[in-house]
Each structure stands twice: as structure tokens, then as C-alpha cells.
């Protein structure tokens, strides 16, 4: 089992930035997948970025060129650097994890981008 518990989030300025982070309670290096999604009131929740077990990243097209996932293995923490926000990236962002078949969710976070 992972617990993950994250950080960071809050209410920014269009064109503004925040870094999210997510703390797992295991080694990341050993996750088969990582990832972020969000989801907006109202709306169902969607994939963000994605680093699968082979490493290889993948972004929403909504956040291309502006977000950028990444991780610390030393520190089991993963990271969404969020730059250029935009209101329209309002929304609760959760981490989630894959491993050993199952799949994990932080709490949530809100971020919250005025115009």
C-alpha cells in the first residue's frame, strides 16, 4: 500500500505559477506509473501528466509547454511545476500512483487561478 499525502495549491493570479508536490510513503523508484489529474466542479476528472514505468512522460494537450511533472526519488516525492496558469486551470489536482497493480490517490489540492 502508498499513502500519499500533498502540498502546495492555493489561489494565483493568471500567468502566475505554483509547484505541487506529493510525498508517498514508499520508494517512487519502484512505481510503475505516476501521474497527475484534476478535476474541475462540475466536470469528471482528467489525466494531466503521466511518467510510466518506462520513464516516458506524457501531457494533457491543455497543459503542454506550461506544466512539467517530475519526481525526486531520493525525497519519494513527485512534483507538477505549473507555469502560464490559467482560470480555466482551476480544479482539484490529485496525484496518483500505480504499483503492484493497484492504484493510489492523494487527498487533493485546490488551485485556484483568478483572471
Known amino acids: 500500500q502508498v499513502q500519499l499525502v500533498q502540498s502546495g495549491g492555493g489561489l494565483v493570479q493568471a500567468g502566475g505559477s505554483l509547484k505541487l508536490s506529493c510525498a508517498a510513503s514508499?520508494?517512487?523508484?519502484?512505481?510503475?506509473?505516476i501521474a497527475w489529474y484534476r478535476q474541475a466542479a462540475g466536470k469528471r476528472r482528467e489525466l494531466v501528466a503521466r511518467?510510466?514505468?518506462?520513464?516516458?512522460?506524457t501531457y494533457a494537450d491543455f497543459v503542454k509547454g506550461r506544466f512539467t511533472i517530475s519526481r525526486d526519488n531520493a525525497k519519494n516525492t513527485i512534483f507538477l511545476q505549473m507555469n502560464s496558469l490559467k482560470p480555466e486551470d482551476t480544479a482539484v489536482y490529485y496525484c496518483n500512483v500505480g504499483a503492484n497493480g493497484a492504484n493510489y490517490w492523494g487527498q487533493g489540492t485546490q488551485v485556484t487561478v483568478s483572471s
Open positions: 511518467i510510466n514505468a518506462g520513464n516516458v512522460i
Open positions: 514508499r520508494s517512487t523508484f519502484r512505481l510503475d506509473a
